[in-house]
Nanobody
Framework: QVQLVESGGGLVQPGGSLRLSCAAS??????MGWFRQPPGKEQEFVAA????????YYADSVKGRFTISRDNAKNMVYLQINSLKPEDTAVYYC???????????????????WGQGTQVTVSS
């Protein structure tokens, strides 16, 4: 059974940091990514990683503040979030493509599996 389980969300003050984790199980995955859905808005792309952390891509709104990485030995994907802003408040979702889909992508349709999400709230 394929599972993606996110963790690490929470309430943080502006300027703070969080590290989101995604535990993937059930099969070998290709591309991995993070998306988010702010309150009252549609889901949007955040960051993507290919088979290794050497290949990454970020939304302009998070570039320089967020870092995506993966550990294939542990089947984990991480999102380090620094310099958090109130507009980063959202439910963050981990997504994965099937084995063999190694090119990075910012398109939801290129991901086959999704986690349940973890809430990140940035507020003073």
């Amino acid at each position: 059974q394929v599972q993606l389980v996110e963790s690490g969300g929470g309430l943080v003050q502006p300027g703070g940091s969080l590290r989101l984790s995604c535990a993937a199980s059930g099969r070998t995955f290709g591309r991995m990514g993070w998306f988010r859905q702010p309150p009252g808005k549609e889901q949007e792309f955040v960051a993507a990683v290919g088979w290794t952390s050497a290949s990454t891509y970020y939304a302009d709104s998070v570039k320089g503040r967020f870092t995506i990485s993966r550990d294939n030995a542990k089947n984990m994907v991480y999102l380090q979030i620094n310099s958090l802003k109130p507009e980063d408040t959202a439910v963050y979702y981990c997504a994965a493509g099937r084995s063999g889909t190694y090119s990075i992508s910012d398109q939801r349709s290129d991901y086959d599996y999704w986690g349940q999400g973890t809430q990140v709230t940035v507020s003073s």
